[in-house]
């Protein structure tokens, strides 16, 4: 039994296919893997591919990341970028939220 989903939006839906499937001019042109697909569409059809595929692929980092997850982990073991910690997010997210609270006053406030 299978599912077939289409999707134009990669990124939502690689990490959980089991197989992927290109189709181009009624002919298929890739049958294999999520990675397989990644390295495929980095060298066969660019347009094809993910953000993440296509950032990782200009930068040279391997392997291409199937998702937003292992694009982050592949960045931490290449040491490109530390993992976030619960201080770090919420040292971003305090700010954010103080800049949303202003903006709204701002908005509220007559001309």
């Known amino acids: 039994m299978g599912v077939v ?8 839906c ?7 499937l290109a189709v181009e001019a009624a002919r298929v042109v890739f ?6 697909f990644c390295d495929w569409v980095a060298g066969s059809a660019p347009e094809l591919a993910p953000p993440g ?3 990782f692929s200009l930068a040279g980092v391997r392997p ?3 998702a937003a997850k292992h694009a982050r982990r592949i960045l931490s073991e290449h040491r ?5 910690t619960a201080t770090a997010i919420a ?7 103080a800049n949303r609270h202003e903006c709204r006053e701002l908005r ?4």
């Open 31 to 36: 049958d294999g893997a999520p990675a397989d």
């Open 5 to 12: 989903l289409a999707e134009h939006r990669l990124e939502r």
């Open 53 to 55: 595929v296509r950032l």
């Open 64 to 66: 291409l990341p199937v």
């Open 91 to 97: 040292a971003i997210a305090i700010p954010a939220a």
């Open 80 to 84: 490109l970028t530390p993992l976030p």
């Open 108 to 111: 509220a406030a007559p001309r």
């Open 14 to 20: 690689l990490a959980a296919a089991d197989r992927v």
